[in-house]
């Protein structure tokens, strides 16, 4: 360990965290971006501190003489730090759904922009006949249903049937490929809720299946009066499921993964927890930088309300660190000789100072992780002062 008796007077120490930060060296590859950051605190803003020769380990006196300057304390503390990566998201609704047409006939009623239909409810009419949402993804709409029919579309009916009550999974399987008895029966009951003629056969165009049990809809295509002809987008649509997307430059894509917390800082300047859901693979070239998409869940999605396209802050927990000693970013002093030390306040007035290692650093609480061999957490560092 390198020590040497210096001078303070005309020595600063780092400015305040708002200057680009930066460290000298990073644990591992994930840090390496933190470790830029307090570097750039101590160096970048043309600060310096000027000692009376590099720290030498053949030295004893760790003294520290100095003039009455401007400086307070802070104390070293142990405990928790996050690395944080702050970025601009969109909040909006998760989900994109174009709701296409497979019947024939006129458009007679449509839904409002913004209107939220259940699963099992009408999204559209044709010939004033309701248009069925169900739930299910498997297979699109390509025939008309009816007893004693199999595959994978019967499958994603008796599926939506249990599910919408119906039947129970005892009177029909609902992984079962097979047009039953029982889902005829269990037909005719939604057919009679609707009010369509109960036949208990799914014609073809009556039903449209989506992998939502509810629907947003975020723009309509058709036009009362007009066609409804096969093959044709009547409705636009999202889901009810509150998510937050970030263009993220895709250099800092290893800095994000699936299951990072976050916090949401809504256009109020209220705050919510939420999660990274996922991170994306395909890069986008844009104007001036190349990104992917990061998509976050709130935790509460109440809180976020109902906009929609709104612009918010997103801090991304990138890592976190248990049990370590840290101190305010701004009690980190450049030494000459390369490296950083902090000035420790002694119990008889006297200052020492103790060489440290900087590793993660915490942005939101303006601390940063430090080591050194006489470095303990209870004690008080120098900083500036108010």
């Known amino acids: 360990m390198t020590t040497a008796e210096i001078s303070t007077e005309g020595a600063e120490s780092a400015p305040p965290p708002d200057e680009p930060e930066q460290r000298p060296r990073a644990r591992h590859r994930r840090r390496g971006r933190t470790a830029a950051i307090v570097v750039a605190l101590v160096a970048a803003g043309g600060v310096g501190v000027a000692v009376a020769g590099p ?23 142990k405990g928790t730090l996050s690395s944080r990566t702050q970025q601009n998201g969109t909040l909006g609704y998760a989900g994109s759904y174009d709701v296409v047409n497979k019947t024939s006939g006129t458009v007679t009623r449509v839904p409002a922009v913004g209107q939220v239909i259940r699963e099992g409810k009408p999204l559209y009419w044709v010939d004033g006949e309701p248009v069925i949402l169900l739930k ?143 991170v994306g693979k ?12 990061v998509t976050i869940k709130p935790t509460k999605p109440k809180v976020t309300g109902r906009l929609d396209k709104a612009p918010v802050q997103v801090a991304i927990v990138s890592d976190t660190v248990k049990d370590v000693l840290s101190v305010p970013v701004d009690a980190l002093l450049a030494l000459a000789g390369g490296g950083y030390a902090v000035e420790v306040v002694k119990a008889d007035g006297t200052r020492e100072l103790i060489p440290v290692e900087t590793k993660l650093f915490d942005g939101s609480a303006g601390r940063v992780e430090v080591s050194g061999d006489r470095l303990r957490a209870g004690q008080d560092v120098v900083v500036p002062g108010s």
């Open 136 to 278: 299910g993804a498997r297979t699109p709409v390509y025939r008309a249903l009816e007893r004693g029919d199999e595959g994978e579309d019967v499958k994603q009916l008796n599926a939506a049937l249990v599910e919408l009550g119906y039947a129970t999974d005892e009177q029909i399987d609902p992984d079962s490929d097979y047009f039953s008895r029982q889902t005829r029966w269990a037909l005719k009951k939604l057919q009679d809720d609707i009010g369509v003629e109960e036949t208990g056969k799914l014609g073809l165009g009556q039903a449209l299946f989506l992998p939502v049990d509810e629907i947003r809809v975020t723009k309509v295509d058709a036009i009362v009066g007009g066609s409804a002809a096969p093959g044709k987008p009547i409705i636009q649509g999202s889901s009810t499921g509150r998510q937050v997307t970030v263009e993220l430059n895709a250099s800092q894509q290893s800095d994000v993964k699936v299951g990072d917390k976050v916090t949401i800082t809504m256009p109020d300047d209220t705050s919510t927890p939420g999660v990274v859901s996922s």
């Open 55 to 77: 720290l030498d380990a053949r030295s004893d006196d760790t003294t520290v003489s100095s003039k009455d300057t401007a400086t307070s304390t802070a104390k070293v503390t």
């Open 282 to 293: 395909v890069a986008k070239q844009g104007d001036s930088k190349t990104t992917i998409d």
